[in-house]
């Protein structure tokens, strides 16, 4: 039986050039194949650690263009250049306080110069649409950028906008109508930012820190008053 | 049993056909063939010369050539410049670089507190993102983890102005979250549907942030979450970056000649908190603009 297995090994082995070079051949090819694939899946990452490995960038055309006669003088002008530049930047932090609101997270940080008085929660647009058709509707959200206190009124009273008796499925009475005007649902305090918005207080409360509003800031009432104390007519208001 | 077609192997006793048995010794015997030291070279040789070929053309011979410019609309001077510097004036240079760097920050940053819109200042000296509006720190992102290309690294100073000098518009941009969470609501009919519709606010969303800003000049942002994502956003992270995939996408021949095509991503991946990355995301304009340093 171990002679057959030997036989049929040996007649194998006769054909052990042929065969074993092509499959050598073949096997090979699929790898260069393979690898090469890996290669160029892998480009980017290849390019990036070969440019790590190339010397850092020359000096010598900024040298050539200064000239190094010139260099000293042209160092402390620059300097200076950059002093003055950064001036100009701190003038535009405002000397009197201002509030900077945030409407993603909804919370609200009251500021001197570059330090921060006071921080809180607050509630700001929700962000929806109000659609009565196609060509009338509504987006509930509070505009970013920079903003002035236009005015400032204690014990503020409401003005309903017509969506707010549209979204309560009510007819929209007349422009002065006595349904229009609501008492002591602003809070104690108002701020005007202008186009209708305002910094308020709110009977919510347990809805500061959510983004509930019809775009006007809602505050809690201490952080409302403190703001109101805090903030002149003029006063600078970041919303983002 | 038939005692032609049927063999017992002498070690394990277990019975082979002749056709296994066969395969196996031509196996035994290629792997004899196979470890002969020539054959084994010509395998090597045959299997590695396509790679090392590709590897030599798209990878050695361009970035040993490279000029590194950040975008092919730069107007650039010829850079050879015969210069001869010791070790002081090196250093000097180096620092009037720097100091000029800090001058284009600068200036970028008063140009744009002009504007009304909100921007992006990414300070990678400082580790800072931060949010502007007219000059004013409205927000200081801290950036925990951060990569840049290699490429910012090889620009020469004087290539480098030029990009640098203007601030970087946004052209588009890639997220996991929508830019601004809307929910459309039709207007009641009566007071009765109205108060049908009246429902409870949602506390704030906690999804996974992760986006990627395409900026002019060839500046990509990636920005991404470092807390761990919930199991329910993966598939909103696999589309993202299925869409990121698409958008970065090279064919074939670019690939193999990435080096030398002129126009290349000048990437910067930066990881911050969720809260970061949501506000940044969120606050900013999709024309908004940002101003580099490092």
Request: include cysteine; proline fraction near 5%.
């Amino acid at each position: 039986m171990k002679k057959q297995v030997n036989e049929y090994a040996e007649s194998r082995s006769d054909q052990k050039p042929h065969h074993a070079l092509r499959w050598l051949l073949f096997s090979s090819m699929v790898l260069s194949l393979l690898i090469t694939w890996m290669v160029v899946l892998k480009m980017e990452n290849l390019v990036e650690a070969a440019l790590s490995l190339r010397p850092k960038a020359h000096l010598n055309a900024t040298a050539a263009r200064i000239g190094l006669d010139k260099l000293d003088e042209t160092f402390v002008n620059t300097q200076k250049q950059n002093e003055e530049a950064q001036k100009k930047l701190l003038a535009y932090v405002p000397d009197q306080n201002y509030l900077i609101v945030n409407t993603v997270g909804n919370n609200f940080r009251l500021m001197n110069k570059n330090q921060m008085v006071r921080e809180g929660i607050c509630s700001t647009g929700s962000y929806t649409v109000l659609k009565v058709d196609d060509k009338k509707q509504w987006t509930f959200k509070t505009p970013r950028g920079m903003f002035k206190v236009l005015n400032k009124v204690k014990d503020p009273v409401w003005k309903k906008p017509d969506w707010a008796f549209i979204e309560e499925g009510l007819k929209v009475p007349s422009a002065n109508h006595p349904s229009r005007f609501e008492y002591g649902s602003l809070g104690d305090y108002a701020l005007y930012l202008g186009q209708g918005y305002l910094i308020h207080g709110t009977l919510y409360k347990r809805y500061l820190g959510m983004p509930v509003t019809h775009g006007c800031v809602r505050m809690g009432d201490e952080d409302l008053e403190a703001v109101f104390k805090a903030m002149k007519i003029g006063s600078k208001v970041y919303i983002y | 049993m038939n005692k032609n077609n049927q063999f017992r192997s002498d070690d394990s006793g277990e019975e082979i056909s002749p056709a296994t048995s066969g395969s196996l010794t031509g196996l035994k015997i290629f792997l004899q063939y196979f470890l002969r030291p020539k054959t084994f070279v010509l395998f090597m040789v045959v299997a590695l010369l396509l790679p090392i070929l590709l590897i030599v053309y798209s990878i050695i011979i361009p970035v040993g050539r490279y000029q590194a410019v950040p975008w092919s609309g730069l107007q650039t001077d010829s850079l050879q410049a015969e210069v001869k510097l010791s070790r002081e004036e090196k250093q000097l240079v180096a620092s009037f670089i720097e100091l000029e760097k800090e001058k284009i920050f600068l200036n970028n940053r008063l140009q744009l507190a002009k504007q009304d819109s909100i921007y992006l200042v990414l300070d990678m000296k400082d580790s800072t993102i931060n949010l502007e509006i007219k000059g004013v720190v409205v927000r200081k992102n801290r950036i925990i983890e951060s990569r840049m290309s290699n490429r910012f690294d090889l620009i020469d100073h004087e290539n480098l102005i030029p990009w640098l000098k203007k601030p970087f518009t946004l052209e588009k941009a890639l997220a996991t979250i929508p830019k601004a969470p809307i929910v459309v609501v039709q207007a009641p009919k009566d007071t009765i549907e109205a108060a049908l519709q009246a429902k409870k606010p949602e506390p704030p969303q906690t999804t996974a942030v992760f986006f990627t800003f395409y900026f002019d000049r060839n500046l990509v942002l990636e920005i991404d979450q470092i807390d761990p994502p919930d199991e329910e956003d993966y598939e909103q992270i696999k589309d993202y970056r299925r869409q990121r995939k698409l958008e970065n996408h090279l064919t074939f021949w670019q690939k193999i000649n990435l080096v030398r095509h002129a126009d290349q991503k000048m990437k910067i991946r930066l990881v911050v908190s969720e809260d970061d990355a949501r506000s940044i995301y969120r606050a900013v304009p999709m024309n908004t603009h940002l101003i580099l340093r490092w």
